[in-house]
């Protein structure tokens, strides 16, 4: 089973930017789409960006034009470029694939500081 590890959160100032990674221990060519959620605490998980396999892409409002998700199949890694932090997009971030299983990363904790 393919394993995801989200990497590159941390302690940013509100304006600052973040790259998030997500790699795989296999190939992502063949998902149907890869996602990025995000969890405050005590709270659902919410939807952040979506990649489909042909590369088509899709965001949350709160988040349209600050953050491009991305993916390398050559890498297996999945992309979240975030940009104009804010304090509200303090997180927990995941990584998801869909394939033949729907998986998840442990996340990767952005803070924000206004």
């Known amino acids: 089973q393919v394993q995801l590890v989200e990497s590159g959160g941390g302690l940013v100032q509100a304006g600052g930017s973040l790259r998030l990674s997500c790699a795989a221990s296999?190939?992502?060519?063949?998902?149907?789409?890869m996602r990025w959620y995000r969890q405050y605490p005590g709270n659902q998980r919410e939807w952040v960006a979506s990649?489909?396999?042909?590369?088509?892409?899709s965001y949350a409002a709160s988040v349209l034009g600050r953050f491009t998700i991305s993916k390398d199949n050559a890498k297996d890694t999945l992309y979240l470029q975030m940009t104009s932090l804010k304090a509200e997009d303090t997180a927990l971030y995941y990584c998801n694939a869909q394939g033949s299983m729907n998986l998840w990363g442990r996340g990767t904790q952005v803070t924000v500081s206004s």
């Open positions: 296999g190939d992502i060519s063949n998902f149907n789409y």
């Open positions: 990649i489909f396999r042909g590369g088509t892409t």
